[in-house]
């Protein structure tokens, strides 16, 4: 049976199972639909510039090596990001003729190709040459085919898709009992990297006012806390802003995160920029109103009455997000629903063997 080789620069290990842990999902659910897949990955989210040159180097040896070796057994490639990764599928197109697929996740685009000339132009050429293009969103779409000119047939807007056998409802009572969290409060949650970016230190400071409409209330950050000096920030601005029920807790199994979407009242995640926002979707899965930025993919998957949109960096429109959420004010079942049922895997799989069996033809 041909390979389909996945190259990716973030992949979970068990001391870190949330770094990419959404790359590792889709390749399991390629193996149990009986497809040939080797995975060749950055597993070590750890920084500093030697660290990183040494892990890169590393990474890029062993993908060329693999390349070479199996060259006559490889279908194609398919890269996570298109810079760096997508360098890899790229030069294994033109030194030994593998077609590859590349998906675009939206950092890539929104930071990567926007610090250089160099990077910009070598992710123009990354993104031409693919035999196709995934996007996770539909802004994503559209800087793809207008800023770096890939014909729109070429581009397909395949989100990493929620998986619900996993995340799915429960009873909110019996999964805070189990987690230890009160039943009568208004929970807040946050899942992701606590980083600026995030827009962590807004929500703080948002669910401050928040809790001046609700007393008995708590915020739980749930997330990697590598950035210590952000972290400190916000430590101080809790001190600031007089909070005391702002818990912070480390990165959690998909099983246990289900859990604790169901306990929530309400999730929030005030990016300044998402590509698509794959933790929205998951608390949408489970039942669970979602607050974000109207950003990037966001805009798209929550509008409509799916979630509650609000004005990024803005305390103010923030906590009423918030507050309109936990009333379920604008939300309307049905279109959260719709917008899980378009994006669970099974449904996105479908259409990537179907991307994958037209390239091999």
Request: hydrophobic share 40%; net charge positive; aromatic share 8%.
């Given at each position: 049976?041909?390979?389909?080789?996945?190259?990716?620069?973030?992949?979970?290990?068990?001391?870190?199972?949330?770094?990419?842990?959404?790359?590792?999902?889709?390749?399991?659910?390629?193996?149990?639909?009986?497809?040939?897949?080797?995975?060749?990955?950055?597993?070590?989210?750890?920084?500093?510039?030697?660290?990183?040159?040494?892990?890169?180097?590393?990474?890029?040896?062993?993908?060329?090596?693999?390349?070479?070796?199996?060259?006559?057994?490889?279908?194609?490639?398919?890269?996570?990001?298109?810079?760096?990764?997508?360098?890899?599928?790229?030069?294994?197109?033109?030194?030994?003729?593998?077609?590859?697929?590349?998906?675009?996740?939206?950092?890539?685009?929104?930071?990567?190709?926007?610090?250089?000339?160099?990077?910009?132009?070598?992710?123009?050429?990354?993104?031409?040459?693919?035999?196709?293009?995934?996007?996770?969103?539909?802004?994503?779409?559209?800087?793809?085919?207008?800023?770096?000119?890939?014909?729109?047939?070429?581009?397909?807007?395949?989100?990493?898709?929620?998986?619900?056998?996993?995340?799915?409802?429960?009873?909110?009572?019996?999964?805070?009992?189990?987690?230890?969290?009160?039943?009568?409060?208004?929970?807040?949650?946050?899942?992701?990297?606590?980083?600026?970016?995030?827009?962590v230190s807004e929500l703080i400071q948002a669910y401050g006012k928040m809790k001046q409409?609700?007393?008995?209330?708590?915020?739980?950050?749930?997330?990697?806390?590598?950035?210590?000096?952000?972290?400190?920030?916000?430590?101080?601005?809790?001190?600031?802003?007089?909070?005391?029920?702002?818990?912070?807790?480390?990165?959690?199994?998909?099983?246990?995160?289900?859990?604790?979407?169901?306990?929530?009242?309400?999730?929030?995640?005030?990016?300044?920029?998402?590509?698509?926002?794959?933790?929205?979707?998951?608390?949408?899965?489970?039942?669970?109103?979602?607050?974000?930025?109207?950003?990037?993919?966001?805009?798209?998957?929550?509008?409509?009455?799916?979630?509650?949109?609000?004005?990024?960096?803005?305390?103010?429109?923030?906590?009423?997000?918030?507050?309109?959420?936990?009333?379920?004010?604008?939300?309307?079942?049905?279109?959260?629903?719709?917008?899980?049922?378009?994006?669970?895997?099974?449904?996105?799989?479908?259409?990537?063997?179907?991307?994958?069996?037209?390239?091999?033809?």
């Amino acid at each position: 049976m041909e390979k389909i080789v996945i190259l990716s620069n973030m992949y979970p290990t068990k001391n870190h199972p949330t770094f990419g842990i959404f790359v590792k999902n889709q390749v399991e659910q390629l193996k149990n639909a009986g497809m040939n897949v080797e995975v060749i990955a950055i597993d070590e989210p750890g920084k500093g510039k030697v660290l990183t040159i040494k892990k890169y180097l590393s990474w890029f040896m062993r993908s060329m090596a693999f390349l070479m070796k199996n060259k006559n057994e490889i279908s194609l490639t398919h890269a996570h990001y298109a810079f760096p990764t997508g360098v890899l599928s790229f030069i294994g197109k033109k030194v030994f003729n593998i077609p590859y697929v590349v998906t675009v996740h939206g950092g890539d685009i929104d930071k990567m190709a926007k610090k250089n000339v160099v990077i910009n132009r070598m992710t123009r050429r990354i993104l031409t040459n693919a035999s196709q293009v995934i996007v996770v969103g539909e802004r994503l779409k559209k800087e793809v085919i207008r800023g770096f000119h890939v014909q729109e047939a070429r581009v397909d807007v395949l989100s990493m898709g929620v998986d619900t056998s996993v995340f799915k409802k429960h009873s909110q009572e019996e999964v805070r009992k189990e987690l230890g969290i009160p039943l009568a409060e208004k929970i807040v949650l946050f899942v992701g990297n606590v980083i600026r970016e995030k827009g962590v230190s807004e929500l703080i400071q948002a669910y401050g006012k928040m809790k001046q409409q609700y007393g008995e209330s708590r915020l739980y950050i749930v997330g990697s806390q590598r950035d210590t000096q952000f972290v400190e920030e916000l430590t101080e601005v809790i001190r600031k802003e007089g909070i005391h029920d702002v818990y912070f807790h480390q990165p959690l199994s998909q099983e246990q995160l289900a859990k604790w979407m169901s306990a929530a009242d309400v999730l929030a995640l005030p990016s300044y920029h998402e590509g698509f926002g794959l933790v929205a979707l998951e608390a949408m899965a489970t039942g669970t109103p979602v607050v974000g930025s109207d950003v990037g993919g966001l805009s798209y998957l929550l509008n409509d009455g799916a979630g509650i949109l609000t004005r990024p960096k803005e305390v103010a429109s923030l906590a009423e997000g918030l507050v309109k959420a936990i009333e379920r004010k604008g939300i309307q079942k049905e279109k959260m629903e719709k917008v899980v049922e378009k994006h669970a895997t099974t449904t996105i799989l479908k259409k990537i063997q179907s991307i994958y069996e037209n390239i091999r033809r």
